[in-house]
């Protein structure tokens, strides 16, 4: 009859749990990043009369490999009527990298989006519509006061209450600034844009 054999090692291998290690996960603070993106002109002539609908959109990326965190800004303005001059687009650009492979982004914490959208008119009050949820303590009309006057202050005022009443909460963008010449004609200097700046982004990192 054979005797069965074990070697030391493979006794020891069978009394030893094997142990594995937890990967570390750390919290990563991406501070206030602030962006301007102007869109380009996509159809009608380049000038808006004064009557605007704009809307934009910023929203968080993760990367495919989890190594990159980008941020996408949609901007669009269009004159409703007339013919119907647009300016719109999508600018992406990373704002976080993890530089490492065995590094992952695996949760964003703080909010992921933020969009709004509303009517310009020199002729008419200011219609104020932003969803999911918006920051806006502060907040410039287009230019600071469009067309001057007792009639652009107060939809300046408007404006800001409706702003720091309605819709601050806690999102990703801390201050929307719409900017350029929706009243006469617009060159490459004075073509609209939006500049952006968020709050403190928070992240999970995972470290391999």
Not at 4 to 19: F, L, P, V, W, Y
Not at 123 to 150: C, Q, R, S
Request: with cysteine; net charge negative; aromatic share 8%.
């Amino acid at each position: 009859m054979l005797s069965e054999c074990k070697t030391q090692n493979e006794n020891d291998s069978i009394g030893r749990a094997e142990i594995k290690k937890t990967p570390r996960v750390v919290q990563q603070e991406i501070t206030s990043v602030q962006h301007t993106y102007i869109p380009p002109h996509i159809r009608g002539d380049k000038n808006f009369d004064g009557d605007c609908d704009l809307s934009s959109k910023a929203s968080l990326k993760i990367s495919d490999d989890q190594t990159k965190l980008y941020l996408e800004l949609y901007f669009k303005a269009k004159e409703p009527d007339r013919d119907s001059t647009e300016v719109s687009g999508t600018d992406t650009f990373e704002i976080f990298d993890t530089k490492d492979t065995g590094k992952k982004i695996k949760k964003i914490i703080t909010g992921t989006m933020d969009s709004g959208q509303f009517i310009y008119g020199d002729d008419k009050g200011l219609h104020l519509i932003f969803e999911p949820y918006t920051i806006y303590a502060e907040w410039d009309m287009i230019n600071g006061v469009p067309g001057g006057g007792g009639k652009a202050l107060k939809l300046k005022q408007k404006g800001l209450a409706n702003f720091t009443t309605d819709f601050t909460k806690n999102g990703l963008v801390k201050r929307w600034v719409f900017g350029g010449d929706l009243n006469s004609i617009f060159d490459d200097s004075s073509q609209p844009r939006v500049t952006i700046e968020t709050n403190t982004i928070s992240i999970l990192v995972q470290e391999n």
